[in-house]
């Protein structure tokens, strides 16, 4: 009698694929890979190199939405202290980081607060958006001050589990696209120009 066994990385997935048929599973977001059009942005930007400092949930915002947002009865959450803002964050410097232009020890630094964070993976039509306000100071003079939102809409197949992932990437994706909100903002690139 011959007896296969499974490697690790295959019984984790074989686990992630029978929790979302049983239609219930905690699903963390994979980390931040940086965007060759954000690279781009950013090194065409005429930025300069920054600091990324202190990103959290803005006054006043109930906890939760900085925590986890569900799709069919799975909960979604981040893979920084399940904290959606520091998943920000971590766009953030992986972009900059990729581009040469992060620098811990500059004078111009960045912060964020999120906002927003929402998801919707109904049948038929799913969306979600996430927002956040940024901050530049340069030696510690504010020099930039906006909140930028993302919102994105895609097709949700009724079978939960190719539904699922599907909203677990697209809602991932939409923290480079705020990123490149601004880096697109003519305001936040006159803020942390050289």
């Known amino acids: 009698m011959h007896f296969t066994f499974l490697r690790p990385a295959a019984l984790a997935a074989a686990g992630a694929v029978l929790s979302l048929l049983a239609g219930c599973a905690q699903l963390q977001l994979g980390a931040p890979v940086a965007s060759l059009d954000n690279i781009q942005k950013a090194r065409a930007s005429g930025m300069a190199a920054v600091a990324v400092g202190t990103f959290a949930l803005a006054d006043g915002k109930p906890a939760g939405l900085d925590q986890s947002v569900s799709a069919r009865s799975n909960s979604i959450f981040s893979p920084y202290r399940s904290s959606f803002a520091l998943y920000l964050k971590e766009n953030l410097s992986a972009e900059l980081r990729a581009a040469g232009l992060l620098e811990a020890d500059s004078s111009i630094v960045v912060e964020g607060r999120l906002t927003d964070s929402q ?75 050289k």
């Open 119 to 193: 998801l919707d993976a109904g049948v038929g039509q799913a969306t979600g958006t996430v927002a956040a306000r940024f901050v530049v100071t340069r030696a510690g003079v504010k020099a930039y001050d906006k909140e930028l939102r993302a919102s994105a809409s895609w097709d949700s197949p009724f079978v939960g589990v190719a539904a699922v992932p599907a909203a677990v990437n697209e809602y991932a994706l939409l923290y480079r696209k705020l990123v490149a909100q601004l880096l697109d903002d003519a305001a936040f690139r006159s803020a942390a120009r």
